[in-house]
């Protein structure tokens, strides 16, 4: 067993991501699989093998055969069947189940039919910075970071403004990593199935009502089509919102947090940003994701017993890619630690690695990032972090690294929307 620093400790996830990265990075350097073991709730170990490298994880990224998805989960410890009710989106299968519920949600999510979402997205954000840009100093989670890429999800699915906080506070429970600000006095699994149910309760009523009155969304989309497609099914409908308004906000939320706080720690690199918005803006989010690596990791299952890189795994050993790790091999990356908003190539595997669980909301994504530091460093420019930067309280390794609070301090500024 590993004698580095351990994974499997709270307060490793508790550091700053650069000292994270530090001790990632030493790691890294004692071989492509560390071997890790959870101690389960009834007592049980859970073995795994950690994969730090960027050739292993895009190797077995690319091999869904050997390496699935869908034994148990891609959390570390298997998801019991009845939470998979709540959590079993496609994130969790393997083809050809996978391949079906993808390829429905993936006509929604075209450059094309996404056109409608994007052209949104300037608009929604110039609304959240509205809200907060005359404060001078505010949180810029609880301002920014957080609402601004759930109100895209939520406008997108066709879900009403009145249902937000709703929203907000059962995707904070999924992805706090059993955080007490969120979850409160309850247990992680409670909390957990709580608001999931609370989600997919939201989810089925919204498309049984656009069964009979379809409007201009991606849940009519989904249940409701004139050409005779395979559509998703009522059931499978709930856990796509869980797995769009987690996934698909936290990751961006997170990211914004993560790249203001880099920004204040290189000023130099936010310089070049700033006198180039719409020249640099491209490379300078994909090195945030890079950096930031805001999904800490996914799990993967053999399938056989297989070698890779010269190691034997047996059927059914559990390996989790950890991203961050994978994003700072100097084995790919020149100068991997340093923040470069001009890193050009930057092959990085933070929207997950090649194959077919590829991030598909990465397009999005990247739309939403460079909006939300377009608008913020043109219209607060000297905008400034002004504390440190909290981290989530996780109880054990979070799906999402996420920043809780980032205090930031500005020169205020009048509202510009209409």
Known sequence: MSTSPSLTEPTFWRLPLEERMALFAELREQGAFIPYSLTMPDGTP?????????????????????????????????????????????????????????????????????????????????????????????????????????????????????????????????????????????????????????????????????????????????????????????????????????????????????????LSKNPEQRRIWQDDLDGVSGTAVDEIVRVASPVTFMRRTATRDVELSGQQFREGEKVVMFYGAGNRDPRVFDRPEEFDVRRDPNPHVGFGGPGPHFCLGAHLARRELSVAFRQLLSRLPDIEVSGEAVPLEAQGIPLVGGIKHLPVSFTPSAPVGS
């Open 46 to 262: 859970l073995d795994f093998h950690a994969v730090t490298r960027y050739a292993e994880i895009v190797e077995i990224s690319r091999h869904p055969q050997d390496w699935c998805s869908g034994q148990g989960a891609v959390s570390i410890p298997d998801l019991p069947a009845e939470a998979l009710e709540y959590f079993g989106s496609f994130i969790n299968m393997d083809d050809p189940r996978h391949a079906r519920q993808r390829g429905i949600v993936a006509r929604s999510f075209t450059p094309r039919q996404l056109q409608g979402v994007l052209d949104s997205v300037e608009t929604i954000c110039t609304e959240v910075i509205d809200s907060f840009c005359e404060k001078g100093e505010v949180d810029l989670v609880e301002e920014l970071s957080q609402p601004f890429p759930l109100l895209v999800i939520c406008d997108m699915m066709g879900i009403p403004r009145s249902e937000f906080d709703t929203v907000l506070r059962a995707t904070n429970v999924i992805l706090g990593a059993g955080d007490p600000d969120f979850i409160g006095e309850r247990d992680i699994l409670t909390a957990l199935f709580e608001a999931g149910m609370e989600l997919i309760g939201l989810m089925n009523e919204l498309a049984e009502d656009r069964k009979k009155n379809p409007k201009d969304d991606l849940t009519t989309q989904l249940v409701h089509n004139d050409l005779g497609e395979d559509m998703l099914a009522p059931s499978e409908v709930g856990p796509f919102f869980i797995l769009l308004a987690t996934a698909g906000n936290d990751t961006t939320r997170t990211a914004i947090s993560h790249g203001m706080n880099l």
